[in-house]
Structure formats: C-alpha cells, structure tokens
C-alpha cells in the first residue's frame, strides 16, 4: 500500500490531468458525434487500451527510468517494483476509463457497460503487457511506446488478416472489426490467457535474477 | 580595467529561493575562483554570467560590453562548462566539440584537434559520447569550453569527477591560458584547484558575497592563529568546539588530532602550524557567530 | 547561416545515426511487402499488383502510415533532449541566435524524415521492381516513384517533422503521444474508396489518387486533394509557430 501510494507521486498530477483532459474530450465527443460511428468501440477496444500502453510506457519506465541502476542495485526485488510500477499506473488509467465509459454509456447506451469493461481489458492488458516487456529491455525512452505503438497500428491495419483461419480467435480488435462468428469472448479470453503466459514468464526470469 | 564587472545582482528564483542577493565584485585577467556549500549560488551567478539566466536586477559587464544589451559580443568571447553537462551520447567525441565549434562560427577542424589534444582525449575522438567515462565526458566538456581559444572561460566545477594525474594537468591547462591575458571564472569544491592556479577568489554564503579578494588575504585573516591539540576522547572535543573553531578531526590509535582555529587565543599552549587556504575557507563557512 | 546549415546537419546525423531509425524503417517495409509483395498468393488477391504505380500507392496507404508513426515518436523528444543533457544552457550560452536554433531543429528533422521516408519508399519500390513475376520497364517504376517523393512525401514530411519537433516542445510530451495516436488510428480505421477521403487522412488522404487511380473513377478530386496538402502542411507549419513565440524556450535577452 505504501509503495503504491509512493508509486502515485512520483506519477504527480500530469497524467491525472491528460486523463481528465480525455475524459472530457470524449465526452464531448460522445454527445456531439453522430450515430455513424459506433464510438463504444472504436474509443474502448481500440485507442484507450493503447492509451493505457502509452501511459505504462512513459509512466512506468523500468530500464529506461534514470534512478533504474540504483533502484536494481539496492531494491529488495526487481520484480515487484515492476509490479507496483505497472500495476499502479494501469489502475489509474482503467480507473478513468470506467468512468468514461460510463458516462458514454449513460449518453448513447450503445453497448452495456459490463461488455465495455470486458471489451476493453483484453487489448489493455495485452498491449501494457508488450509495454511493459519493452520497458524491461529497451534503455532509451519512449522507445516501448514507439515499439507497441507499431503493433497497434499494425494491427488495425491488418484487418483483412481475418481472412486466415483461427486468427479471430487471436485479434486485438474482434469487435471493431465485426465479429462475424460471434467469438468475441473466446477471444477476449485467449488473449488475457497469453498475456497470463507472457507475465508467468516475467516474473520467473525476474524474480530470479534479484534474489 | 577589470574583464568581468558585477554590479549588484540578485536573483530569486519562482520558489521564492534568493540565489544571489546584491553580490559585487571585479574579476581581472588570471584565473578566479567562485567557492561556496553547496546551495550558495555558484551555478546561479555563473549562468548570469553567460547570459543563460537573467538577474532580477543589477549589472555585468564582460570585456566592456554590457550583458543586457550587447550579449551577442559577450557570447562570441566565453567558453563555458555547465556543472551538469551529459551531452549527445550518440555522436563521436571530435563530432560532439565540432559541433559545439561551429555553433560558436569556428570552422577549422584543426582547433577542434588541438582542443582535444589539450585535454588529451585526442585518442579517444572517435569514441562515442555515451561510451565514455565519467571523467572523461568532463574532460571532453573542457574541450569544447575551450575550443575556439574564447577570452574568457567560464568553467563550474570543472574538476569534478577528474583523476588527480588530470587534475593537474588541468590546472597546467588553465596557467598556460591565464598567461595569453585571459580570465577564467571557475567554481569548485576543491580547495586545492584554488589554492595552486587561482591568484583571486570569491567566496559566496547563502547567496551573499562573502569574500572577494586576494587568496592570500583570506589566509592572513586566519594566519598565526591555527594549532594542532592532541586529545584523548571526544568530550574533551566538545570542550574544545565550545571555545574555538574546529577545523578538522583525525582519528590515531591513540586519542585525536584537533585542528583548530584559537581566534581569542584561549589555547596558548598548543602547537601553532602555518596556516593553509582550506583553513581560511573552513573557518569563513564555519564560523558562524563571527561572521 | 553556417551556423543554421550546422545545427541541420548534425541534427540529421544524430537522428540517421540511431538504431530505432533503422529499425522502424525496416519493420515498415517489411510490413509493407508482407502484403503487397508481388507473390502469387498475394497477385492472385490484390487485383492491380501487378502496376507498380499501384504497388506504390499502397505502400502509401499501408505500411507508410506505420512508418510515420514510428519518425513521430522518434521526432518528439528533439527539443527535450537539450533541455536533459544539459545542452541547452550551452547552446544559450553560445554566439546562436533563437530562430537559428528552432530553424536548425525543425528543417533537420523535417530532411531526416524526408530521408527515411524516401528509403522507405525507394526499398520497397526496389523490391517489387525485382521480384514482380513479369517484365517492366524501369521507368514504369521510376515515374510514380518521383511523382510519390513530390507529392506525398514532402508534405508529409513536412507535417511529421514539424508538428513532433515543436509540439512535443509546448504541450507534454505524452499528451502529443495520445493526440497523435488518435489521429493515426482514424487514418488506420478509414476505409480505401475512390470517394473523396477525409482530409486528415497523412500518407493515405487524397492526394495519393494523383499516384494511381481506379479505373472505374478516373476523376481527380480537386476539392480533396486542396484540403489534405492544407492540412498536412497547414498543420506543420502552424504548429511550429508556438515555438518561435514561447519566451521560456529561450534565454530572454
Ligand atoms: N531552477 C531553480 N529553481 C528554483 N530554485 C533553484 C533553481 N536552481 C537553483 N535553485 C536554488 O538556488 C540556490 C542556489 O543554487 P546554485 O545551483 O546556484 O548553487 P551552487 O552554489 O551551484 O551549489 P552546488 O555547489 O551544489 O553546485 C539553491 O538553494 C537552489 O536550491
Ligand atoms: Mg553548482
């Protein structure tokens, strides 16, 4: 508890403010934006969960944080700043997407908010995940944003990739791009699994480096 | 004519911090050095210097043009060291002191050659920025302060993080430029590097001058009254700090060493020993009471 | 002006010299061919593979965006990182005036990103010139090449390069970050047509029909192709004025 609350301020007040900054834009959108666009979608599965990655990624700096040699020198366990690191950050972003997912829910009701929250975890945890894998490697700043920045926009653009047998099953963004066999949540759910697989692997390869 | 006039010049920050309150004084040619804890406003006034910070108030004039509105020609004439310089770890050493030379319009690479050579990073030039070491990156930063052979050298905390092998040869660095009739302004912790190159001084205490002059005369504020006691245990210490002001402590087998400064003569009997810079300058920032 | 062509200089040298440069150049061609490679499979899919002016004007709309994603990122930090080093107070310090700097950054930026995009490209372009399965004349690739460096990539670059030097310098960085991620994923999630497009579209807006055209609407969009080279290099440039106005950026003589 002391340690996230620690982890809150080194944070500071900047990323509280973009989010509400968001928070209010999309809002605003939502009230404004005609009914073409379906905006549940397109704002919770696709660009809040890359949000919450750029955030991980300049907020929770591992390797590329300037104080990295010393807190790896002296902390008790490697692994669990990183957890505290991430995990606190991610909070805070989820904590503001909920909201904004409420109030678009209470606006246009396009999709119950339950869904909502399902829809956008999956893409969210998986894109921090790469994010934070990238921030355990790469020295340099901003270069984990940039990394996972390009899988995302990859990702959207090879829609068509759905064309391929089984891929639905592995697509960041089933429901933005249609759906058709209506395997959303054995999607959602394969992809929380790997990311579950990408964590186990963190934790053992550095969990045993600290000790 | 002096090379470097202050006039009067404060400067507090946005938090409220008074970095520099009302501080006067003249550098001429040779080598001067600004001392002071840290927090005094060394960084502060020497940023004032090269036009990088503006003062709230008051006057410098370096070679005769007036900072505030002829800074163009002071620019074209100083060299300076940031105290905190990383640099662009990605280009080589000559790139990096190239580059730096053509910003300030030298465009012969012989110079960026014979800078390096000063400081003897010639062998190195190749080598990337972000491979060096720490003392290393100092010495390219000297470099490019002194690239160009600008008329006055503005140098914070130069030394730190040199060998002492570099050190000196540093300071035979900067005799040899003080010779030309040129003024270096550096700050430093290292009494030492003042003690051998520096003729002047500064000493500066909470943001306020507190000494501007002659090192020699700080030494004879202090001259005469420096002795040597030895003691048995730390009580006796306490005894000693109430009546005069301690310099240094040195731990033997055997009891301690008490360096003092016996101001109202309170310990006649004691060994006397000449007094050192590093005395005058300890005894300024520590005597707090008679200041 | 020796000194701006300085700043230029080694501005593009810093930036050419890094890694992530090369890299991003790499995974955006090699995105590009994974799926406009003149390979049966993708010949037999892809109806016009087979023009090269087609080849590039895909290119244009697919991996180009990625590539421009990646030189924004690696764009933003080239004011931040005077302010980190320290070498903005040595550059203050320094006989170099406030509009050589920004100038220096800003046109270095905008050659780099010129650069790279033009490699990318030149690479992919090349490519396809050797591997397509039937006979073309070089120039066939030549002319749409010369006519993509001209038309998409200098306004682009100019957009790019501008808005991730200076913006980044006014507003936090992680803000640009977010705001261009939304742009750069409407880009993504607009659909190819031979309607007019967006004008926000960046490598796959309007002016890229002047590439290739679908033979069933042969018409030019004049309207739309006005408002995507406005907007691409009406937004560069105006971005790029805050920098010149901000006091703070600067020592204030
Ligand atoms: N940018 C700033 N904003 C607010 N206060 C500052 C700033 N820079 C320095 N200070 C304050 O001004 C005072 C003088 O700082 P300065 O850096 O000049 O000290 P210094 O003598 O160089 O110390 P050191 O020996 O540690 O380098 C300090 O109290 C410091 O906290
Ligand atoms: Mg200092």
Known sequence: MKQIKSELMILGINPILILAFLVVVFTLIAIFAGEMLNLSLIGFEVIFPFIAAIFIGEWGKIKADDNYDMIAAQGKSLISWVLYRSVTVFATVTFFVVLCMAIVFHIRSEIPLQEMILIYLSPAFMLSTLTVLCNLIFTHEHVSTLVCGMIWLLAMLSKSMLRYPMTEYIYLFIRYSGDRNGIWLINKSVIIAICAVIWTGICLVYGKKNR | ?291 | MRKLLSVIYYEYVMQLKRIATWGVLAASVVITLLDGFPSEKNLARIEFLLQPSYFIYRSLSFGALIATFGLMFLLSNRMAIDHKTGMKQLIMASPITKLQYIFGKLLGGFIYTYTVFSLFLALNTLVFYVSVPIDIALTDCLVPFSKALIINVLPVSIFISFISVALPAIVDVRLFYVLASVLFILNAASPDSADKMPFYLITSGDLKKLIWQHPKFPYINTDGIQANLLFLIGCGLISAVPLFLRRKLWRND
């Open chain 2, 1 to 291: 004519m002096y090379n470097i006039e202050l006039r009067n010049i404060s400067k507090c920050y946005k938090n409220g911090v008074v970095a520099l309150d009302n501080i006067s004084f003249n550098v001429k040619n040779g080598v001067f050095g600004l001392l002071g804890h840290n927090g005094a406003g060394k960084t502060t006034l020497l940023k004032a210097l090269v036009t990088v910070l503006k003062p709230d108030s008051g006057s410098i004039k370096v070679c005769g043009y007036d900072l505030k509105s002829q800074g163009d020609e002071v620019r074209k004439r100083i060299g300076y060291l940031p105290q905190e310089l990383s640099m662009y770890p990605s280009l080589s050493v000559f790139d990096f002191v190239n580059y730096m030379a053509q910003i300030k319009g030298v465009y012969d690479k012989n110079q960026v050659n014979i800078a390096l050579q000063q400081v003897e990073m010639l062998e190195f030039s190749k080598r990337k920025i972000g491979q060096l070491s720490g003392g290393m990156k100092r010495r390219v930063g000297i470099a490019q302060a002194l690239v160009g052979n600008p008329e006055i050298l503005v140098l914070d905390e130069p030394t730190s993080g040199l060998d002492p092998e570099e050190r000196v040869r540093f300071r035979g660095i900067l005799s040899r430029f003080a010779k030309d009739d040129k003024t270096i302004i550096l700050s430093t912790h290292i009494i030492e590097d003042v003690y051998q190159v520096c003729e002047e001084l500064a000493v500066l205490r909470k943001g306020r001058l507190f000494y501007a002059g002659a090192s020699a005369d700080l030494i004879n504020h202090v001259e005469g009254k420096i002795k040597v006691i030895k003691i048995d245990n730390e009580n006796q210490l306490f005894d000693i700090q109430k009546q005069a002001v301690v310099i240094s402590t040195t731990y033997a087998s055997k009891g301690l060493t008490v360096r003092i400064v016996d101001k109202n003569m309170n310990f006649p009997g004691a060994e006397s020993v000449s007094a050192t810079l590093e005395d005058a300058y300890v005894y300024c920032m520590g005597g707090k009471n008679d200041a």
